[in-house]
């Protein structure tokens, strides 16, 4: 057993029972080792664009003996997968524009059958825009805490239609709407963040035109 720790825990969580994984940028291969070892997945690729991170990989396959079960590749994003080789992608502990960036440059992602699980650490209103005007839909999206900060997470699935969203929604995703203690830190912290920067545009750049968007969100948050 590995036990993760919550925002690992929360992405791997996500991930189907008995899906072909690609962990993009694995680092220590936590969550990939952790889902063999529980029996939810019978092989993952674990992925890294450093050589590094791969060899804290190894360490842990070999450690607890799954070394045959998680393909080891050097690998900028996407670029090395097939997509034949998968059904479920984790991409976590990345800024959300990197994630987007990583999605852009791998169209292939755009099929019906493969379920992205995104954990943007900054930067999800970017990834949720780009999940929306690419058309995926947003199927989960989840808050925890982890020694006193708030993560999200999110699967998404290509649908084809793009859709349109408020910058509040945009901005909050699904959160606006839950009261569970992590969703609602996590709403606090950007709203928190969305009042800072309007106070500051009032005093130094009244007609800055942001203050309208900012507005608008909090109005409609209300
Ligand atoms: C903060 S660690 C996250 C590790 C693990 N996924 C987690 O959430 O705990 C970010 C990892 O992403 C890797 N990385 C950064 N850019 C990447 C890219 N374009 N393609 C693949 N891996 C990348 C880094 O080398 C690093 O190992």
């Keep these: 057993?590995?036990?993760l720790k919550p925002r690992l825990n929360m992405a791997a969580q996500m991930v189907r029972r008995g899906s072909r994984l690609a962990d993009i940028g694995t680092d220590h291969a936590y969550l990939p080792a952790s889902l063999i070892l529980d029996g939810a997945i019978p092989c993952a690729i674990a992925a890294d664009l450093r050589k590094g991170?791969?060899?804290n990989a190894q360490a842990t396959v070999e450690s607890y003996g799954i070394a045959e079960k998680v393909n080891l590749r050097l690998s900028d994003g996407l670029?090395?997968?097939?997509p034949s080789e998968v059904d479920d992608i984790v991409i976590a502990g990345m800024g959300g524009i990197l994630i987007s960036e990583i999605l852009e440059a791998a169209p292939w992602v755009k099929d019906k059958n493969i379920q992205l699980i995104l954990q943007p650490q900054s930067h999800d209103e970017v990834l949720r825009k780009w999940l929306w005007d690419n058309g995926f839909e947003i199927t989960k999206e989840n808050a925890c805490f982890?020694?006193?900060k708030t993560y999200i997470c999110m699967a998404s699935v290509y649908t084809a239609?793009?859709?349109k969203h408020s910058e509040a929604e945009i901005l909050l995703g699904g959160f606006a709407e839950r009261i569970d203690d992590a969703c609602v830190s996590f709403c606090e912290k950007k709203l928190r963040r969305v009042k800072v920067r309007l106070d500051a545009l009032r005093k130094s750049d009244p007609d800055?035109?942001?203050i309208v968007t900012l507005e608008k969100i909090l109005n409609e948050v209300k």
């Design 161 to 163: 239609e793009k859709s």
């Design 79 to 82: 670029k090395c997968i097939d």
């Design 1 to 3: 057993m590995l036990k």
């Design 208 to 210: 800055n035109e942001e």
């Design 53 to 55: 991170p791969l060899e």
């Design 146 to 148: 982890e020694d006193g």
